[in-house]
């Protein structure tokens, strides 16, 4: 079961303006679900995206970053399609020439160009990728596209995820009220660089191509470059920006303007909405925590202190169990890599529980005190290093029994 995460309330999923939305059942790998995803966009809109940074990439990876190159600032991306099932990853130049057949294909049914079509895979991988479903599904989606199926956009996109992932908001920047909706999938292959997921926001601000670019790589850096479930580098890992500029403001173009801040931290609570779920709806997850180190001496060493911690299987497995083995975060501390940390001068909690100080452990910690947190659902580790003023948070979950079966059964 997720950690305290619903699925979404498709009402609650605002449309954006100049952004549609068609689905499918293509059969894909398995029959009977939703599993292609076709996403239409306005003329002009700006596209921007990170991606995995796995040398094994996956064909659509690679596709997509050249298409972004060639972006032609008159026209812009015209769609992205999403399948399921087959990652198209692991397949060589015949994988690259079915995901841009996959574009041929969506641009003839739209009116564009190969070019301005993004193609994305998430599933198996080293399979190859079934595009004659592919093709034959096309035609459905075009012909369902809508604004408001944010939800079954979200499912259609799901693998091994229990929920659909989706967030949608409004804000006002500039005096124009901006709306922000986004979708996401992923619950195990998760880990930094990027974290297999797949996120797509969308948004009718109207905003510079340079600085959709900028806000993606901000937002991606502060949401799923700071979550981890396994610590496995995904081979398709993908996120999306999208801003229409169907929004009634002036656009958006220096990059120290009060907009443009506003605008990249608005794209980033809600990126960090949907990481956040991924970790909650984690393979076999049964709890949900938080890793803060703080008073570092840099962003950097902080978030390397945090992910030992998030990464230690020992570690997690041992908030699976509800067992204050607090001594295996000590060692995850010392092993981050920090060559000249002085554990002397480091504080341990767990919640509001000091377990560790002066190197060693506190004398008023109580081991019932550390059982108490270990059961609850969602747990915060804090760790002040004493050395400085950088922090850094990053998010996992525990590992349990369920994650192993999940993914020895995933190919049956």
Not at 128 to 141: D, F
Request: proline fraction near 4%; hydrophobic fraction near 45%; include cysteine.
């Amino acid at each position: 079961m997720p950690v305290n995460l619903n699925p979404p309330d498709p009402a609650s999923l605002l449309p954006v303006p100049g952004v549609m939305l068609g689905i499918a059942q293509a059969g894909i790998r398995k029959a009977g679900r939703k599993d292609l995803l076709l996403i239409g966009l306005d003329a002009g809109a700006r596209v921007a995206g990170v991606f995995t940074q796995n040398r094994f990439c996956a064909a659509p990876v690679v596709v997509c970053r050249q298409h972004l190159s060639m972006i032609d600032p008159g026209q812009g991306i015209r769609a992205l399609v999403i399948n399921t099932g087959v990652a198209n990853a692991g397949t060589g130049k015949d994988g690259l020439a079915r995901a841009r057949q996959t574009c041929a294909e969506a641009a003839a049914l739209l009116g564009c160009t190969p070019s301005q079509v993004l193609p994305f895979s998430t599933g198996v991988i080293m399979e190859p990728l079934p595009v004659e479903r592919i093709i034959a599904g096309l035609p459905q989606c075009r012909d369902a596209l809508r604004a408001d199926v944010w939800a079954d956009a979200a499912a259609a996109i799901m693998t091994t995820d229990t929920l659909p992932k989706a967030v949608s908001r409004r804000y006002s920047i500039g005096g124009a009220t901006v709306t922000i909706t986004g979708i996401a999938k992923g619950a195990g292959m998760i880990h930094p660089n990027m974290a297999t997921m797949l996120g797509f926001i969308a948004t009718d601000a109207a905003v510079s191509q340079a600085l959709v670019r900028s806000a993606v790589v901000h937002a991606a850096q502060r949401s799923f470059n700071c979550i981890t479930v396994d610590g496995d580098t995904s081979t398709n890992d993908s996120f999306m920006l999208m801003a229409t500029g169907k929004a009634a403001m002036a656009e958006i173009a220096d990059a120290k303007s009060a907009e443009y801040a506003a605008f990249r931290d608005a794209v980033t609570a809600v990126a960090i909405e949907l990481a956040q779920a991924i970790i909650r709806d984690g393979e076999g997850a049964t709890k949900f925590i938080t890793v803060k180190v703080e008073s570092g001496r840099s962003e950097e060493e902080c978030r390397k202190v945090a992910l030992a911690i998030a990464h230690s299987p020992l570690i997690k497995t041992a908030f699976f169990a509800s067992d204050p083995n607090l001594g295996r975060i000590l060692a995850a501390i010392g092993y981050a890599g920090i060559t000249d940390l002085e554990v002397e001068g480091i504080e341990l909690y767990l919640d509001d529980v000091l377990v560790a100080e002066r190197g060693g452990r506190s004398p008023s910690y109580q081991e019932s005190d550390g059982q108490r947190v270990m059961k609850q659902t969602e747990i915060t580790v804090r760790v002040v290093l004493n050395r400085g003023k950088a922090a850094a948070t990053v998010w996992t979950c525990d590992l349990s029994h369920d994650y192993v079966s999940i993914n020895a059964d995933y190919r049956s």
